[in-house]
């Protein structure tokens, strides 16, 4: 049996950080015999310099017929200025949407060798472990019509539309109810319900499935205070399951509570478990290039990859216990540095993980 | 002269955080010979129990009439089940359309004496002083179509419009412009320009407007580094602006960065610098007619009512000498309680602020 996993680098630190998670897979690939056949493309603007376009069909015909997906990051300043249609993130979201990559799995965990580096006091974060379920196909992100039209009088006016139907809610509220089932059995649901429509529907839909998972606690919760709620208290949260819109703000949020980004994962699986994982930080131009980014974050999203795509639960287990040793020898990328702790380049981390396997 | 200020006590602790409120404002009015008139109208849940409306039109007109509107609260429980249209928020959104109160603002300060209450490390947050700008009468709140319609084969879809005119931008911008100038200098305009259409629009004009203001320095951040970057290192921010629905987030984000939201007072400005005024915090109904909320963000509504609609510096700046007078005398409601401090009621709390007047 084999099975193949497309390699997608994209710009800034991408190409790095993808280069230390693509020798730690091939290890776990001979030490596990696990067949995995790699490949590369090109997306974002990457691609755009090569073709033209954030996401080449070549691109896309062979994600479709890969296993897994492994993304480093796309975009940057040096394409800015392209119009909406013709920039790196549509290659990212062409992806997700071609591939119906709706279920987006972000989980905010707080290594304790990494406390510190939170901005947060320590018993306010110490043992944070959230897990974001963000729908990640539809909403405003996807909605019709869009654009920029003229009003009469010749003013301009832009709009997007904000929209999700009955199943697409349903999809997304499984997926989330079944996180909860294997985790502490809580729910919270991210809407803005006393004032937006769709999330009266989302809202109703979530109270709807509720009856189907007893095990399962659900609760409420308007944007605004789940924005706040992260700051104040955040482990009151189990799994948190909402839109795209709002996932995209309170994932980075939660993200951030840990101090450490750069050592996030994450998972977009379609009804098929076919995924694409990437780091939960971006391509950071500004410090591409320079070999001191953090690959954790995109070996971590390995691991993710072996555990929901590929059903190797031992060897992404084999890949966390070695990240977790590099911590614990107390190896440190810039990002995550911290007195009395050894600073190391990009590469160098990537090597302590192999050798830590 | 005389002036005439509207009290919309509102739901929850409402009623007794503007009573209060209101003590203070009469002790001032009379210190300072002021002239205003203080009348109270209804609106939210209050109202929605006495005339089935949350915007009566008796309080409408009268608050079109006013000089200044203070108010509580609205919502809760209670009213959760009834049909948007009918719920107290539409009192509140009501007000803010039909006055054309677009720019709200949200201070964010840290108080020197209550800088243990924030969740964050006092490195982190120590002086932090924030002012965001949000757009308020339009965006995804009032944008239309809006509601719930069937598809083909039978499912629901939920839809709303995000939508914001080239004049619509320019306003707020030109606030919060103004803002900046008043402040540091430094002005961040937070968007989802590389997602969405209508934010495009309003990077656009941003940077239209910035041309004018060349003493501001003008810069921009997607909304998700914006969640991000106030749980990161908010001391970055001197001014944000934003629309309607990325503000209610975000504000709501950075007060709790406070750890005090029971402090923090708020805005909403018409061009013609009528306003409303109103605590961050909510109706919390939980507590509500325990007589232990905290009364000051109403009361420093209070203030920044005087200073902003009704021309009267001084004595805004009397009360704000006062609440900060009662702090350093170590009284505390018990949402800001710390040891060695003395917890005292919301009107025990209201009389220290109206003897150290
Ligand atoms: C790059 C951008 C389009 C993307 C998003 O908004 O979804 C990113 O912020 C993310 O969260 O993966
Ligand atoms: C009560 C609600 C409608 C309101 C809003 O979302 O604007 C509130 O959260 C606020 O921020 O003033």
Redesign the interface.
């Known amino acids: 049996m084999s099975r193949s996993v497309l390699m997608l680098p994209g710009d800034g630190i991408g190409p790095e950080i993808v280069a230390e998670a693509e020798k730690v897979l091939n290890k776990v690939n001979d030490q596990f015999d696990l067949g995995l056949q790699f490949e590369t493309g090109l997306v974002g603007g990457a691609a755009i310099d090569e073709t033209g376009e954030p996401l080449p069909s070549d691109t896309l015909e062979r994600a479709k017929k890969a296993d897994a997906i492994l993304l480093g990051a796309v975009?940057g300043p040096k394409w800015d200025k392209l119009e909406?249609a013709k920039?790196p993130?549509k290659g990212l979201?062409g992806l997700r949407s071609n591939l119906e990559l709706f279920a987006n799995l972000r989980p905010a965990i707080l290594y304790p060798q990494l406390a510190s580096a939170s901005?947060?006091?320590p018993e306010?974060v110490s043992g944070l472990d959230i897990m974001i379920v963000r729908e990640l196909t539809g909403g405003?992100?996807f909605?019709q019509p869009?654009?920029?039209r003229e009003?009469e009088g010749g003013?301009?006016?832009?709009?997007?539309?904000?929209?999700?139907?009955?199943?697409e809610i349903r999809r997304i509220g499984r997926v989330a109810f079944e996180a909860a089932q294997q985790r502490n059995g809580k729910l919270c649901s991210v809407d803005?319900a006393?004032?937006?429509?769709?999330?009266?529907?989302?809202r109703e839909i979530m109270n709807d499935l509720a009856k189907e998972y007893p095990d399962v606690e659900l609760s409420h919760m308007y944007?605004?205070?789940a924005?706040?709620?992260?700051?104040?208290?955040p482990k009151q949260f189990d799994v948190i399951v909402t839109g795209n819109?709002?996932g995209?703000?309170?994932?980075?949020?939660a993200?951030?509570?840990t101090?450490s980004?750069g050592m996030l994962p994450s998972a977009s699986l379609n009804s098929e478990k076919q995924g694409m994982y990437e780091p939960c930080h971006g391509s950071a131009p500004d410090i591409a290039g320079q070999g001191i980014a953090n690959p954790l974050a995109t070996i971590l999203s390995g691991a993710m990859m072996l555990r929901y795509s590929l059903g190797e639960e031992k060897a992404a287990e084999a890949i966390e216990a070695a990240v977790s040793k590099v911590l614990d020898q107390g190896l440190r990328t810039a990002d995550i540095m911290s007195e009395g702790a050894k600073q190391v380049s990009t590469r160098e981390m990537g090597e302590a993980v192999l050798a830590a396997l």
Chains 1, 2 share one sequence.
Do not use: C, H, P
Not at 155 to 167: A, H, I, L
Not at 248 to 253: G, V
């Open positions: 975009g909406m920039r993130e979201l901005s947060l006091k306010v405003i992100y909605g869009r654009g920029v009003l003013e301009r006016q832009g709009f997007n539309t904000y929209v999700y139907s009955e199943s803005k006393n004032v937006l429509e769709v999330t009266v529907l989302w944007v605004d205070n924005a706040m709620q992260l700051v104040r208290a819109m709002f995209d703000i309170l994932s980075d949020e993200a951030m509570l101090g980004i």
